[in-house]
């Protein structure tokens, strides 16, 4: 009959393992293992690694609806990329271009009413100094033209303009046609090009309806 083995026990997950013989006596391992074994088993082991949180600082933070990062919005301290100043100025190119070919177009249409030639180099001269006026004027206003004081000072503008150019082509002499027509009626297309589409009807309504009350 073969003799019964020394059986392995474990008390706990943190002690040393005990042999049991055949008596059924514990007998601790640590009395049979050697000293360099017992304290390499002692040895404690590493902390577990801490996570560590990243956050962003306040000028390098991502966009939001509090921070926007939109054009003449940037936060302050932090450097308008390249692409942003191109956007800007085709921005501004596609809304001044329209308008400096607009007046150009009344001016020659004026000129052509009145039977008299209009050179190429008038015209160019006229032309850029409208140009820069409107480019002066969609600086300052542009940038706020969403607001609702804006939107309201902007709609009785197009008004006065729209009746008071409509009144001019109508009932006003030679020299003042040609001479107020054309930047009239562009700084009026660019009010209503600015205001939002509904301030935009009620304006043009109002100012038909103003000019039939003076022919009248």
Known sequence: MASAKPALKVSSANTLPSITDSAGQEIPISKILPEEVKSAMATPSPPP???KTVSFHQ???????DTPTRIGTASPGARTPPNEYAITILDYLMVLVPLT????????LVRKQYQQDLLLDTLTKRSLTAFGL?????SVIHPNSKRIGYQMLMLLGFVVLGSYMLTVVNEG?????VSRSPPVGTLAVWL?????????????????????LVKV
Do not use: M, N, Q
């Open 49 to 51: 690694l801490r996570r």
């Open 59 to 65: 000028d390098t933070k991502p966009p939001s609806e």
């Open 101 to 108: 070919t607009v007046y150009a177009i009344f001016d020659i």
């Open 134 to 138: 409107l480019f002066v004027l969609h």
């Open 173 to 177: 002499e030679y020299t003042t046609v």
């Open 192 to 212: 209503c090009v600015e205001l939002e589409y509904y301030f935009s009807i009620s304006g043009i309504v109002t100012v038909l309806f103003v000019s039939y």
